[in-house]
């Protein structure tokens, strides 16, 4: 796990494990030294996407579980916990792109600060 004491975000390997809508993906984070955090929902910091309610929703998270399926590795840099359970910050995907971004230039989000 590498830490960053300055800004409070700590960046750890994971993989995802559910596409819960396009702005809440559930991943099992590698901790290190053997401790894994499972089936972890991570809520993206400074991304709104519509409710799957929604016919949006649903087009927005259909858009997530293309580009995210189970078992994709991303980089989870985490800013906050809301519980121990779910935790606010941004997913990389491979290529250091972040999903944020990627979910905003698709049309499916929109950057909420």
């Known amino acids: 796990m ?3 004491l300055h800004s409070g975000v700590w960046r750890v390997p994971c ?3 559910r596409v819960i809508d396009a702005d809440t993906i559930e991943v099992d984070a590698d901790l290190g030294w053997g401790v894994w955090k499972r089936q ?3 809520r993206l910091d400074g991304l709104w996407a519509p409710e799957n309610s929604t016919p949006e929703g649903k087009a927005a998270t ?3 579980r293309t580009l995210l399926p189970v078992g994709t590795r991303l980089t989870l840099h985490s800013r906050w916990l809301l519980t121990f359970a779910r935790v606010v910050g941004s997913l990389y ?3 250091g792109t972040n999903y944020a971004d990627a979910c905003t ?3 499916h ?4 600060p």
């Open 62 to 64: 259909g858009w997530a």
């Open 15 to 17: 993989i995802v494990t």
């Open 2 to 4: 590498e830490t960053d």
């Open 109 to 112: 989000g929109r950057s909420n």
């Open 105 to 107: 230039a698709s049309g």
């Open 93 to 95: 995907l491979p290529d």
């Open 40 to 42: 972890m929902s991570v």
